[in-house]
């Protein structure tokens, strides 16, 4: 199974090929967070990543026939030291030609700064979703696949009031993905004319969050927004906020959204939770995507794993179009291979790309997750898919809708 294998790969950061007699290799880097606050989220997040890893490598390989491998590097998600290491790692002794990571973004902001754009290592975060990526001084070298927060704030803050949820009590982790989401969550919510009756940072991975609930639940809202992480102060926080009966209806984010938390606090306690995450639009790469996971024991709908399977076959088109597996001129050629012009690539369409690539042909890959215009940034626009929690388990409500203000606002951030 190929769950059992992430794990395994991931405790021992090797390298793996997916086919045994490759005369050389082509290394494309993991950075996850396979420990710490989103380690649920992690595997099915890699297992993406590998299935199109897979399929490169069944369809001939990348170059003169080299095998993808895929180093993974452990960041914790938090901690900028070990996301620093992990990367270093990566660059300066796996000698990766491309990272497809890191997650958190913090573990990207500090990847980047600290090893990859030094070493001139393009990468490609399939989910940090903090404003802050966009502001990394990186040479045009960190993209990501995952629309910015100022967009999916915007759309929690839109479901909520279509909902009629006008108040709301907000905690926050205090690092660059909580105070970026909460930001534009509270900037929306209240533009829209909602009130937050209470907005409080809290640290992660603390045993007790009971002061901050006091605070929180001293307003008299029932409502509780968490933007944080479901394998740690998330899910603290919900068990205690649910344990001093402090609040009727919980609220979160993409970093919430795992079957983890219900499993930790109770399927009746959550049952109604309501969530956002980001999603991928009903375009033809999404159903191949998803008949090809399923096929291979890959989660189609798991958080993450279709912008990390985008990621990771983005960065094989780029190898290819670059013609070489060295860094220097990369992210130029990602740039070629995501955007118009071109002949169209769909999920799993590896011979045919290569195909094309050798004989000239412009291509423009339409992925798993949506098309990757990717800005001047290496943002790009998405969507954002309403979640709620029933009979013990995150299912999806469809799509969040932007008015065509928002819509083009949303692409605006993105840009």
Same mark, same amino acid.
């Given at each position: 199974?190929?769950?059992? @294998?992430? %794990? ?8 793996? =090929? ?15 967070? !396979? ?15 590998? %299935? ?5 490598? #069944?369809?001939?390989?990348?170059? &003169? ?14 901690? =900028? ?5 992990a990367a270093d790692r990566m660059v ?44 990394? &001084? ?50 929306? !919510? ?15 991975? @603390?045993?007790?969050? @009971? ?22 102060s998330g899910q603290t926080v919900m068990r205690q ?26 399927? &009746?306690? %959550? ?15 999404? #159903? ?24 990771? !076959? ?15 001129? %990369?992210?130029?050629?990602? @740039? ?29 890959? #339409? ?49």
């Amino acid at each position: 199974m190929m769950k059992k @294998r992430v %794990l395994a790969m991931a405790v021992a950061a090797s390298s793996v =090929a997916f086919t045994g007699m490759a005369q050389a290799e082509v290394k494309i880097g993991f950075l996850g967070g !396979f420990t710490g606050g989103i380690e649920s989220l992690t595997p099915p997040i890699f297992d993406g990543a590998q %299935l199109a890893a897979q399929q490169i490598n #069944e369809q001939g390989g990348v170059l &003169d026939g080299e095998d993808i491998v895929m180093p993974t590097g452990d960041t914790t998600c938090s901690d =900028a030291s070990a996301a620093s290491n992990a990367a270093d790692r990566m660059v300066n002794t796996e000698n990766v030609t491309a990272i497809v990571g890191a997650l958190c973004t913090g573990a990207t902001v500090a990847a980047a700064n600290n090893a990859a754009v030094p070493g001139g290592v393009t990468m490609v975060s399939p989910a940090s979703t903090a404003p802050a990526v966009s502001d990394i &001084d990186d040479n045009d070298l960190v993209f990501r696949t995952v629309p910015s927060d100022a967009f999916q704030g915007r759309m929690l803050a839109k479901l909520l009031m279509d909902k009629g949820i006008e108040e709301v009590a907000v905690t926050y982790v205090n690092n660059d993905y909580g105070s970026g989401l909460a930001e534009a969550f509270t900037t929306a !919510f209240e533009e829209n004319g909602g009130t937050v009756a209470a907005n409080l940072p809290h640290e992660d991975n @603390r045993a007790d969050y @009971r002061a901050e609930l006091g605070q929180l639940s001293s307003t008299g809202v029932p409502n509780l927004v968490v933007l944080a992480y479901a394998d740690t102060s998330g899910q603290t926080v919900m068990r205690q906020a649910y344990e001093g009966g402090m609040f009727t209806q919980y609220i979160g984010a993409d970093g919430m959204v795992g079957d983890s938390l219900v499993e930790a606090i109770g399927a &009746d306690v %959550l049952e109604g939770m309501i969530a956002t995450r980001p999603g991928s639009p009903d375009l033809p790469g999404t #159903e191949i995507f998803n008949e090809a996971a399923k096929a291979a024991d890959v989660d189609p709908s798991a958080v993450f794993a279709a912008q990390a399977y985008d990621a990771a !076959f983005l960065l094989g088109l780029a190898i290819e179009q670059n013609g070489n597996a060295e860094r220097e001129g %990369l992210s130029e050629a990602l @740039r070629s291979v995501a955007s118009a012009p071109g002949e169209v690539i769909l999920p799993g369409e590896w011979e045919k790309a290569k195909e094309l690539i050798a004989a000239g042909t412009e291509i423009n890959y #339409e992925g798993a997750s949506g098309t990757h215009e990717f800005d001047e940034k290496g943002d790009v626009p998405g969507v954002v898919v309403e979640m709620t929690v029933e009979d013990g388990s995150f299912v999806s409500k469809g799509f969040v809708n932007a008015d065509e203000e928002e819509s083009e606002s949303s692409e605006g951030d993105a840009e």
